[in-house]
T-cell receptor, first 113, second 115 residues
Framework: DQQVKQNSPSLSVQEGRISILNCDYTNSMFDYFLWYKKYPAEGPTFLISISSIKDKNEDGRFTVFLNKSAKHLSLHIVPSQPGDSAVYFCAAQTQGGSEKLVFGKGTKLTVNP | NAGVTQTPKFRILKIGQSMTLQCTQDMNHNYMYWYRQDPGMGLKLIYY???????DKGEVPNGYNVSRSTTEDFPLRLELAAPSQTSVYFCATLLTSGRRAGELFFGEGSRLTVL
């Protein structure tokens, strides 16, 4: 039973264009969502997060949108750069449940020069 | 400031062997975690600890053991290695206060192959 789903295993975009990575969840108790980025042979690193009381959070080129009614969130990267090429994991947790962080399978983003 | 350090980075084990994956952190974080990542899959929680002397099972604890005698160290023990334990293992700590509370800090990973 996959509670956090990233249905696109891979995504390829041109440098300078927008990258949109999608994530769906099934557990309505999730109230905090995070995106992590992972380069080969490295551990994941935190990218951006959003609380369920918001529907948008921005940090530079990265914006996360949350649609609670659809149980859907998306990560937008604008403009995309070759250095953004990595695997992106969506993760979700319930309030006070840091130990219960649930990860999606990841989406491999390739940004072509 | 090293953050989260895992050793070894690579290891090949024979079926039935035992080994310990080491994890140490210098961030003074109370929460520590062990995840495994299988190819094409997300990270699965093996064990976690909310502080020295306290550990609890995650989603996939079978075949593993942990201990937490100090804040800094959180070793993961495999007692009888099986091919199903071939994976990349990540140790992580959790920031619990401040603007970025809820952020996990990961080590670089330990790639384990069981033959």
């Amino acid at each position: 039973d996959q509670q956090v789903k990233q249905n696109s295993p891979s995504l390829s975009v041109q440098e300078g264009r927008i990258s949109i990575l999608n994530c769906d969840y099934t557990n309505s108790m999730f109230d905090y969502f995070l995106w992590y980025k992972k380069y080969p042979a490295e551990g994941p690193t935190f990218l951006i997060s959003i609380s369920s009381i918001k529907d948008k959070n921005e940090d530079g080129r990265f914006t996360v949108f949350l649609n609670k009614s659809a149980k859907h969130l998306s990560l937008h990267i604008v403009p995309s750069q070759p250095g953004d090429s990595a695997v992106y994991f969506c993760a979700a947790q319930t309030q006070g449940g840091s130990e219960k962080l649930v990860f999606g399978k990841g989406t491999k983003l390739t940004v072509n020069p | 400031n090293a953050g989260v350090t895992q050793t070894p980075k690579f290891r090949i084990l024979k079926i039935g062997q035992s080994m310990t994956l080491q994890c140490t952190q210098d961030m003074n974080h109370n929460y520590m975690y062990w995840y495994r990542q299988d190819p094409g899959m997300g990270l699965k929680l093996i064990y976690y600890s909310v502080g020295a002397g306290i550990t609890d099972k995650g989603e996939v604890p079978n075949g593993y053991n942990v201990s937490r005698s100090t804040t800094e160290d959180f070793p993961l023990r495999l007692e009888l290695a099986a091919p199903s334990q071939t994976s990349v293992y990540f140790c992580a700590t959790l920031l619990t206060s401040g603007r970025r509370a809820g952020e996990l800090f990961f080590g670089e990973g330990s790639r384990l192959t069981v033959l």
